[in-house]
């Protein structure tokens, strides 16, 4: 398996305040927002994200929690191995309020498309919008775009785009292998 780094733990400081300034521009004083975290890989990118702003924005709170899909995937019984869900941490109110979801890779779409189907049984928003590090725009299944996206990156099948958290700012990786599309 071939790897090689797209992003540093520099250029995703960058990214990442970046995505902050362009989070904060529309949405302070987050009086009516919340960020949601989508469970495993995104919730980690969203407590950084919420950690900058409140430490380098000035933000005082920002209401933050993480969703699991893994039932509302539609891949959920197709897999050889049963997926492991994740706990929720959902004690907020979403009703009436713009969501901002957070992942780590915008691939097919078909997680986003989990991520509202979920949404759905917290209540209902004014607004969900996306935001998320690494967008592989020629890989959508679905008519799903983010509103806010760290990077662009054109990558084949063969190749997976992943998030490396070894210290506290990740560093983004794509993996050449034939089996590397079964994510």
């Known amino acids: 398996m071939a790897t090689k780094t797209l992003l540093d733990a520099r250029d995703c400081a960058l990214t990442l305040n970046r995505l902050c300034c362009q ?73 009436g309020k713009r969501v901002i979801l957070v992942d780590d890779v915008l691939y097919t779409g078909r997680s986003v498309r989990a991520a509202m189907d979920a949404l759905g049984d917290y209540g209902r ?17 679905l008519p799903i775009q983010p509103d806010y996206s760290g990077r662009r990156v054109d990558a084949i099948a063969e190749e997976r785009v992943r998030l490396d958290w070894t210290e506290n700012l990740p560093t983004v990786l794509i993996e050449s292998t034939p089996h590397a599309a079964q994510r």
């Open 125 to 141: 928003p004014l607004r969900v919008e996306l935001c998320v590090l690494i967008d592989r725009r020629f890989s959508r299944e």
């Open 23 to 95: 989070l904060n521009e529309v949405h302070f004083p987050w009086n009516n927002s919340v960020i949601i975290g989508l469970q495993p890989r995104g919730t980690r990118l969203a407590e950084s994200i919420v950690e900058r702003l409140q430490a380098e924005h000035g933000v005082p709170h920002i209401p933050f929690g993480a969703l699991d899909i893994t039932f509302h995937r539609d891949d959920f019984r197709r897999r050889e191995e049963p997926l492991a869900a994740s706990p929720n941490q959902m004690d907020l109110l979403i009703e």
